[in-house]
């Protein structure tokens, strides 16, 4: 597989991935890397397996076979699956970060977005006020919040204003590598355009690598270097976006770009 | 094992069956092995509602025998229903010996105060728990408490004072105020105030918990560094009082509001009403003392 960032070594390098759900499958044999700063889309239907192997990748899941490696900030590549929990879990709360497509998920609603933002920072360790709620100060200044909102509880902001305060959670702690589910789902358009103006640039500024899942092209278009494509479970083309988008191989992905409704 | 007869109806001793005081027993000796970590139970039925102090019962029938020496707190008082009541509970049950008097005393249940006088080697303090974990109000899931318990995921605590400082610009919580227990587990001290709180690190009695309803024991052995959860720019502090204790005028205890009429009038007295009567037996006299009610009896040292 060609990639703009060929020199590297990957960051994340799944391998032969599959998921059963007892007899179904729920992706079946996926293979990629994700090299750092590179944001990858995976596009497909709904029951394409797409969430599925989303959350195989980022140990919500455990997968039936395949091995998923990453590369740690110490240079070394490990199998995710062969670390403690206690290992995993700390790398989701530092290193990672997820964007679950209902902010409801990613976020506590009972406490303030002060707090939201700063959990992180308290779960490795910061034990001082001031110092955290500087930061989180800075963190809704740049997804757009006010600065005033921040002793407010998310359930009383809107849902795009929940999605950038999702994401402010996710990147404080400076992770390297991001994992989207629909990040856009459930916006109205011109929200949507804004959010994806604003991850465009958090992903260009910090140089962080991503994994979007969307059924939404246009997402991928805007946010992503290369794409996969998946129908029921199997991988039917990969490779840069714009090469996907405009000369589609796979008779399914031509369907699919296809049926983009033209305006 | 002391079979009571002579009435219609008969208990074994301290009411639990020998099976279950020696379940809890275990449960007790794992705790205490473990400080600060839940240990789950077989919870009894007991002749008293939730909420009543159905774990503190079960901890103190399982661990008293007929040497000892029982005083029962209900915040502080002696006198109060559900002190009263559990007094005489292990009175009837147990016929077992019992005091007011702190330092007379082996064992002390307590809900929500830990005494004013200093305990000592030897002695036990039970204490009544309606809601053992630290992290429920902010994690509603039990598999993913134990689990944050078991990995020392402990942010979210912090998280919880947090937002006490952003609302109230100080740290808010005033009772149940999270324990770091022998650098290890985040533990639930019960309601008791957060001025008990010091009282707790380097005890040399031993301290049990007893949780009915939740069905859990948690314990801090003697000697053991108990540290209140604080952030650096915001240190933990107790609660502190403008005037002494009305009646004793004692200061440097914790003291409970009393309201005496609908114009304002109020008084602050002692909340451990051991203390307030020694005191007042030694002469001491508050401002709204009464004029010789002990004076009388003893004159003033």
């Known amino acids: ?263 | 094992m002391t079979v009571m007869t002579g009435d219609i109806a008969t208990y074994n001793f301290a009411y639990l069956d020998e099976q279950t005081k020696r379940m809890i027993r275990r449960a007790i000796l794992k705790a205490i092995a473990i400080p600060g970590y839940q240990v789950p139970f077989a919870s009894r039925e007991m002749p008293m509602p939730y909420g009543w102090g159905t774990g503190g019962v079960q901890v103190t029938a399982s661990i008293i025998g007929p040497d000892d020496t029982l005083k029962v707190i209900d915040q502080g008082a002696d006198d109060t229903t559900n002190a009263v009541s559990i007094r005489a509970f292990f009175q009837k049950v147990a016929n077992v010996a019992v005091t007011t008097h702190t330092r007379d005393a082996t064992i002390i249940q307590t809900r929500h105060r830990i005494p004013e006088e200093p305990l000592t080697e030897g002695q036990v303090l039970v204490y009544q728990v309606p809601i053992p974990e630290p992290l429920r109000f902010l994690e509603p899931r039990e598999t993913e408490t134990r689990k944050m318990h078991a990995l020392e995921e402990y942010g979210l605590m912090h998280v919880k004072l947090y937002e006490d400082i952003a609302r109230h610009g100080h740290i808010a919580t005033t009772y149940a105020y999270p324990v770091l227990v022998a650098d290890r587990y985040v533990m639930d001290p019960s309601p008791t105030p957060k001025f008990d709180n010091p009282k707790m690190d380097m005890s040399p009695a031993l301290q049990l918990f007893g949780a009915g309803r939740e069905k859990r024991i948690y314990a801090i052995p003697p000697y053991t560094r108990v540290v209140s959860l604080d952030f650096e720019d915001h240190p933990f502090e107790i609660q502190s009082f403008e005037e002494p204790c009305a009646l004793c005028a004692a200061e440097g205890v914790y003291l409970d509001e009393v309201i005496l009429d609908d114009h304002g009038g109020r008084m602050f007295v002692c909340s451990d009403t051991d203390h307030c009567e020694e005191r007042l037996a030694q002469g001491h006299k508050g401002r709204l003392a009464a004029e010789d009610a002990y004076a009388a009896k003893e004159p003033a040292q």
């Open chain 1, 1 to 263: 597989m060609s990639s703009l960032f060929e020199d590297a070594a990957p960051l994340l390098s799944v391998d032969g991935l599959t998921k059963f759900y007892g007899p179904r499958i729920g992706c079946r044999d996926v293979s990629f890397d994700v090299y750092p700063g590179e944001v990858v889309a995976i596009v497909g239907e709904s029951g394409s397996g797409k969430t599925t192997l989303l959350n195989c990748i980022s140990t919500r899941l455990e997968p039936s076979s395949g091995t998923v490696g990453y590369r740690m900030r110490d240079g070394k590549t490990r199998d995710l699956y062969r670390m403690s929990e206690a290992e995993r879990r700390l790398l989701m709360r530092t290193d990672w970060g997820f964007v679950h497509q209902n902010p409801a998920d990613g976020l506590r609603m009972t406490v303030s977005a002060g707090a939201n933002v700063g959990e992180r920072l308290m779960a490795v360790g910061e034990r001082h006020y001031g110092r955290i709620r500087e930061t989180a100060t800075g963190w809704l200044e740049r997804v757009e919040i006010a600065e005033d909102r921040i002793d407010d509880q998310p359930r009383a902001f809107s849902g795009g204003m929940r999605q950038r305060l999702q994401i402010a959670r996710n990147l404080v702690t400076g992770p390297r590598l991001v994992f989207m589910d629909e990040p856009t789902g459930g916006l109205d358009v011109s929200v949507q355009a804004r959010l994806l103006d604003l991850l465009r640039g958090l992903v260009a500024d910090l140089g962080l690598a991503a994994i979007v899942v969307t059924h939404d092209l246009a997402v991928a278009r805007l946010l992503s270097h290369r794409m996969i494509v998946m129908k029921g479970g199997d991988v039917v083309e990969a490779g840069l976006t714009d090469r996907v988008l405009d000369d589609p191989q796979a008779p399914y992905t031509q369907l699919l770009v296809s049926s983009i409704l033209q305006v």
